[in-house]
């Protein structure tokens, strides 16, 4: 089965209809769904989207992303070797917009040989990262 990972920004655009990149992650959800493919986050990607939604768009949007969205996702749980990886990734990286949640995403994409998300991140692309 073909697994497209989810970054924090695709979550985010797909509830926030003047995002800039809502139309492109409504798209990539949509043909997911269409499509059966798996989509794949991590609980540290969880996390920064509750919080970010949470504050930027309100509780009825993290409703939605709660009841709605997540539950169609396998949310990997982060695990300590995974933690370090990223953590060390992102040290080496030293950029001050790229987060400690991205280096594991990224880690983690590369450890399952993962190329497509749905993301609209600077970093995921210089990666080769491509939209699903």
């Not at 493919?37 to 991590?42: A, G, N, P, R």
């Not at 990224?106 to 990666?127: G, N, P, S, W």
Request: hydrophobic share 45%.
């Amino acid at each position: 089965m073909k697994r497209v990972f989810v970054d924090t920004s695709g979550f985010y655009a797909l509830l926030d209809g003047t995002d800039p990149f809502h139309a492109a992650a409504r798209l990539c959800f949509e043909r997911a769904e269409a499509g059966g493919i798996q989509l794949v986050t991590t609980n540290y990607v969880v996390h920064e989207s509750w919080a970010l939604i949470q504050r930027r768009l309100g509780w009825a949007a993290l409703e939605v992303l709660l009841l709605d969205v997540l539950p169609r996702c396998e949310i990997v749980l982060v695990d300590l070797a995974l933690h370090a990886a990223g953590a060390a990734y992102c040290q080496q990286i030293h950029e001050r917009r790229f987060s400690l949640t991205d280096a594991i995403s990224l880690e983690y994409m590369r450890r399952q040989k993962l190329t497509l998300a749905i993301v609209e991140d600077e970093h995921f692309r210089r990666e080769g990262v491509k939209l699903s």
